[in-house]
């Protein structure tokens, strides 16, 4: 499977294949190592992170404002996702997140 990825005009498509580059995006179940998503928060408030496992959302953690943390997925891990500190379900300020908490899978 292959992720692309839009840059200011340029596409990039990248695939991992199990190579233990850390600089190559994860697609599900590609990976042969360990699958990472690492996550920078540039919003102004911590967030909490989720996973959607086998139809499930898993807490992974929060990420503080302004930084940058590696999260381990689970075999079956669909998404990853942020959320406001102490919410579990989206609201509108969740749904824009994603303009500011960007997520990057990578294989290792």
Not at 8 to 24: K, M, R, T
Not at 69 to 91: I, K, S
Request: charged share 15%; hydrophobic share 40%; aromatic share 6%.
């Amino acid at each position: 499977m292959k992720r692309a990825i839009g840059h200011g005009g340029l596409l990039l498509v990248i695939a991992c294949g199990g190579s233990g580059d850390p600089n190559v995006s994860a697609a599900p179940n590609t990976c042969a190592g360990q699958r990472v998503a690492t996550i920078a928060n540039d919003w102004s408030a911590a967030v909490d992170i989720f996973a959607q496992v086998a139809g499930e959302a898993k807490p992974l953690g929060t990420l503080q404002a302004g930084h940058r943390a590696d999260f381990p997925l689970q075999p079956g891990t669909t998404d990853v996702y942020p959320l406001q500190e102490g919410r579990d379900v989206p609201n509108a300020a969740s749904r824009n997140l994603k303009q500011f908490v960007s997520v990057r899978y990578q294989c290792r």
